[in-house]
């Protein structure tokens, strides 16, 4: 499973999901457009990141590129699906998504801005639109609370040996 972040502002959320992706075995996270790297320009640590990472982001596999659609045509040729994280009209609950075991060796899972949710021209570029049905008030939750609830869900959820 690979782990596509795009246009994520905070530090605090971008640290919790290199943990996140930690605890589940994620292979690599791509960060993207404005999102943080753990380290700033200067080669340093970024402390809110590596605060709540606890050393993950020391661990766990990442990469910037500047550009989102660019690394989701790289990972598409290299025979990924692509699964974006959003609410839409096309979109279906992520516990819905019949997956075998073996098939999230080839997943990527895009997470987007804070704010403005994973922009249209990333969400065309994925195989499925994937949702966390809202019940109440809110019609959203945390970027990192998200990432958490469809990552441990895919991996453990609703999967078939």
């Known amino acids: 499973m690979i782990i596509v972040l795009d246009n994520i502002r905070s530090l605090f959320n971008v640290g919790t999901v290199f943990r996140t992706a930690d605890a589940v075995g994620a292979e690599k996270i791509y ?51 692509i699964f974006a994280v959003e609410q ?39 195989d499925k639109i994937l949702e966390i049905p809202m019940l109440g008030k809110k019609e959203s939750l945390n970027v990192s609370v998200s990432f958490g609830i469809v990552v441990f869900g895919l991996r453990y959820g609703n999967i078939k040996k």
């Open 31 to 81: 960060l993207c457009g404005i999102t943080p790297e753990p380290i700033d320009r200067f080669g340093r640590i970024r402390p809110q990141l590596a605060k709540v990472s606890l050393g993950a982001e020391k661990t766990m596999p990442w990469e910037y590129s500047l550009s989102c659609i660019k690394v989701l045509n790289d990972l598409k040729k290299k025979g990924y699906k």
């Open 88 to 126: 839409d009209k096309k979109s279906i609950p992520y516990f819905r998504l019949k997956l075998k075991k073996s098939d999230l060796e080839k997943v990527v899972l895009v997470f987007g801005n804070e704010v403005d949710g994973v922009s249209r021209n990333v969400l065309k570029k994925s």
